[in-house]
């Protein structure tokens, strides 16, 4: 970037800068953990360069919202000893409903696919954004706050791309409208060639990770259903023991369906009647697809013969599972909660009340 920043680059609105070629591999944890891991503050570490394609880029304006242009306009107005009016309702209520401006970077591929989208800084000066070489993580979203570091806990992220060619584009979203800004730029995805056992093909490496990505994805989407369905089921049971027109026969179709959606997560899950007695249990679906993603995420050795046996035996278990949360969540689950709505019982999660004026 320093090479290349002029001064009248530094006029333009925003510019992103070339990137150089990126070395693809996988980082060692040499303390066991990232960083110093348990070493303590008297052991000297000093942080390395960020690991994967590092892209630089320059606003010379930060991003406002609505608010932040009114009232910096306002301040300009009191400096300057000029009138300044409260908004009008329709101004204040753009600016409630508003969206945070973003500073998005869109990488693709040498075909035109984008591969990931990454956000940036949106205030004024130099920034940079580093792309970890990865495609997105399958894992379901998490909108909790991140806590306190654990460094056990590990990171939701994708398999590793494809080595080649890729470009990188910057655009600014303000008040939902999105714009270009700056040139885009190509860059080379380059395997640094000390695995000990690389794949001989890594397409066909690429092509199982994603396949497993999109399994890993399925499955842990089913799980979260059933999860929210048993949630349901438990708001609903309490609603029919608050609701004198219920009739009591509900609580019994409410048990049978308890009953198939814990049948259901048993063989998501494995039995835990069993496992949590110590006792061993056969792989689960969840637990097989886990210890693909646990063995290929960070490695970039073809598929063992257990890794594509465990595919094969999941995605044969969970195909017809996933047909069966379908008719249990999308029907059956339905048509209890129509009779409670029926009933005139309180509202719970998931169903939508009906009425009708008098």
Same mark, same amino acid.
């Given at each position: ?79 300057a000893e000029e ?99 700056g040139e885009v ?14 794949? @001989?093909? #890594? +397409?066909?490496?690429? &092509?199982?990770?994603?396949?497993? $990505?999109? /399994?890993?994805?399925? !499955?842990?989407? *089913? ?60 792989p689960s679906i ?19 013969? @257990?890794? #594509? +046996?465990?595919?094969? &035996?999941?995605?044969?278990?969970? $195909?017809? /599972?996933?047909?069966? !949360?379908?008719? *249990? ?30």
């Amino acid at each position: 970037p320093l090479r290349g920043l002029t001064e009248s680059s530094l006029e333009a609105e925003a510019v992103l800068f070339g990137v150089r070629d990126s070395w693809m591999y996988i980082p060692s944890l040499p303390l066991g953990l990232p960083g110093k891991s348990f070493q303590g503050d008297s052991f000297y570490t000093a942080n390395n360069p960020p690991f994967g394609a590092v892209f630089t880029y320059y606003l010379k304006e930060g991003l406002e919202s609505r608010e932040e242009r009114r009232q910096e306009a306002e301040k300009k107005a009191i400096e300057a000893e000029e009138a300044v009016y409260y908004p009008s309702w329709e101004e204040l209520r753009a600016e409630d409903r508003e969206s945070d401006p973003r500073v998005v970077l869109t990488v693709k591929d040498s075909a035109g696919n984008v591969v990931r989208r990454l956000e940036g800084a949106t205030s004024s000066g130099m920034h940079r954004v580093a792309w970890d070489l990865r495609y997105p993580s399958s894992d379901p979203v998490d909108l909790t706050p991140p806590g306190p570091y654990n460094p056990f806990a590990g990171s939701s992220e994708g398999p590793l791309a494809m080595p080649g060619s890729y470009s990188v584009s910057l655009a600014t979203v303000v008040d939902g409208e999105a714009r270009q800004l700056g040139e885009v730029q190509e860059f080379e995805a380059v395997v640094l060639g000390t695995a000990t056992l690389p794949a @001989t093909d #890594r +397409a066909v490496l690429s &092509a199982f990770q994603a396949k497993v $990505a999109r /399994l890993n994805r399925a !499955v842990l989407g *089913v799980a979260g259903v059933v999860k929210e369905a048993q949630e349901r089921l438990r708001h609903m049971a309490r609603a029919i023991r608050d609701t004198p027109a219920a009739d009591r026969a509900l609580l019994t179709k409410l048990d049978e369906l308890g009953n198939q959606l814990t049948e259901l997560q048993e063989e998501l899950f494995g039995d835990r009647t069993i496992g949590r007695r110590s006792e061993p249990i056969p792989p689960s679906i969840y637990g097989r697809v886990g210890r693909i993603v646990g063995s290929q995420w960070r490695s970039t050795s073809r598929p063992t013969g @257990t890794n #594509r +046996a465990s595919y094969t &035996a999941a995605a044969e278990a969970f $195909a017809p /599972l996933l047909e069966r !949360v379908r008719q *249990v969540v999308g029907f059956e689950l339905k048509a209890l909660e129509a009779e409670l709505e029926a009933a005139g019982a309180p509202w719970t999660p998931g169903r939508m009340p009906t009425w009708k004026p008098e």
